[in-house]
């Protein structure tokens, strides 16, 4: 190799270094993500999303559930029926009330309104990282709180990959689509220890005015340990 074709060498790999360093140094505000979000869900009213509970040792269907989100008001509204169509528990509150868990994710998969994300999630630090191969921006808080969930974002759609829990609880969601105007992931694992508890799988959505909008008239409470982990983590 002659010494210019070394020069043009080394002048490309500085080039480049550079180019990676300048990507990796962008840390866009926490607030970016949730707008990012946000997006997403524009002009929307109400969404009814039907999915099927599995457990995984089997992938046999055992639970349908339904959620009905109305985006001017914040409030959900959840049914789970069991595979003949009997209704076996249910949940309805507004997910911008109350700091939990399942309002946490719930948030992140319907919310619409960029203000309305809880405090607690927009003051996080951002920084980049890599895991299977892929980028993801990592989104947890700094100094005290260190007990703290993790949001994990992928790097170049900002759709929610994870969210990890300091009791070793991981909520992942996989393969974001767009189904009528909505984007919804196709799969929702809740994994505890590295073994996965809960599949939830996306079989339709539907969204309108109002009229697919059904309040409860009362919440049906369930003593199944599946159900009880479905409605702390996700609904």
């Known amino acids: 190799m002659g010494y210019k074709k070394i020069i043009l060498y080394c002048c490309f790999l500085f080039v480049t270094e550079s180019l990676i360093q300048t990507v990796w140094a962008y840390i ?13 869900r524009d002009n929307l009213k109400y969404v009814k999303v039907t999915t099927a509970l599995k457990e995984a040792s089997d992938q046999e269907v ?22 003949n169509g009997n209704l076996v528990a ?5 997910i911008r009330d109350s700091f939990t868990k399942a309002a946490v994710a719930d948030q992140l998969l319907f919310e619409s309104d960029q203000s309305k994300y809880f405090k607690q999630l927009t003051t996080l630090k951002s920084h980049l ?11 947890e808080p700094q100094g005290v709180a260190e007990n703290f969930f993790r949001l994990w974002f992928l790097q170049d759609s900002f759709f929610v990959s994870q969210i990890e829990y300091p009791e070793q609880k991981i909520i992942r969601f996989e ?36 009229k697919i909008f059904e309040p409860l008239d009362t919440i049906r409470m369930t003593d199944n340990s599946l159900l009880q982990s479905y409605y702390e983590y996700l609904r």
């Open 28 to 40: 866009p505000p926490t607030q970016y993500f949730f707008k990012k979000l946000s997006s997403y």
């Open 62 to 83: 055992l639970f349908m559930s339904e959620t009905i989100y109305a985006f001017g008001s914040g409030v959900l509204v959840n049914r789970v029926m069991d595979t």
């Open 90 to 94: 249910s949940t309805q509150r507004s």
């Open 129 to 139: 990282d890599r895991a299977g191969g892929q980028i993801f921006w990592i989104l």
């Open 175 to 210: 393969q974001f689509q767009e189904k009528n105007n909505f984007y919804f992931p196709q799969k929702i694992l809740l994994i505890q220890d590295d073994k996965i508890e809960i599949i939830e799988e996306f079989v339709r959505i539907q969204q309108g005015d109002r």
